[in-house]
């Protein structure tokens, strides 16, 4: 069966630190890959996702970046955060079938506290 | 543009009563539309789809294309769908477009 890893899974990092989060999925090939940050009454915003290997497309213009460098994994990262990079992030996973939208399976998420 | 309004970011009702979790979406083509959910302590997950027509833990979702909406109903709450919701549009690209979430709290 397909499983979807986010780690770490709290993570509380000084302002202008730097930030590596990774997500890896198991069990599948070829998934679309997303990252999300869930913030109180914001609801989920797509950040980036990825549709192949190397390939990236960004949702909302900010200072994280997002890189996908074998299959199955995805890496959220910033070089400088900021304060209002705090919050829920969910990786999520999605069978590609080439039509639309099937579904989308998330990951535990991990909290980032930017202090 | 694709958008996904959901009205009420918290809803309460008692146990045994009928909710509706109101969803509205702007989209000109032919839209998919989800509801998920999260439980306390519990991943996001899928709770239904549209198209398939199901009526999953109570819960059903009609898409009224002419009023732009795909609220979702049950007909007598219980305590345990208390969780937060998420209405969800797709068109034709590979992501999804998701409302703002609604709580859902059931008194017992």
């Known amino acids: 069966s397909q499983t979807i890893h986010q780690w770490p899974a709290t993570l509380v990092q000084p302002v202008g630190s730097p930030l590596s989060l990774e997500c890896t999925v198991e069990?599948?090939?070829?998934?679309?890959l997303y990252w999300y940050r869930q913030a109180a009454g914001r609801g989920l915003q797509l950040l980036f996702y990825s549709v192949g290997i190397g390939q990236i497309s960004s949702e909302v213009p900010q200072n994280l970046s997002a890189s996908r460098p074998q299959d199955r994994q995805f890496i959220l990262s910033s070089k400088k955060l900021l304060l209002s990079d705090s919050g829920f992030y969910l990786c999520?996973?999605?069978?590609?079938?080439?039509?639309?939208?099937?579904?989308?399976?998330f990951g535990p998420g991990t909290r980032l506290t930017v202090t | 543009a694709q958008r996904v309004t959901q009205p009420e970011k918290l809803l309460s009702v008692f146990k045994g009563a009928p909710v509706e979790l109101k969803c509205n979406y702007s989209y000109s083509g032919s839209p998919e539309l989800f509801w998920y959910v999260q439980y306390s302590r519990q991943r996001l997950q899928l709770l239904l789809r549209?198209?398939s027509r199901e009526s999953i833990k109570g819960f059903t979702a009609d898409l009224n294309k002419g009023e732009t909406s795909f609220h979702l109903k049950k007909p007598f709450a219980q305590e345990e769908d208390s969780a937060m919701y998420y209405c969800a549009l797709s068109g034709d690209t590979d992501k999804l477009i998701f409302g703002t979430g609604t709580r859902l709290q059931v008194f017992p």
């Open positions: 069990g599948t090939s070829n998934p679309n």
């Open positions: 549209h198209i």
């Open positions: 999520a996973w999605e069978p590609r079938t080439g039509v639309g939208v099937y579904e989308q399976y």
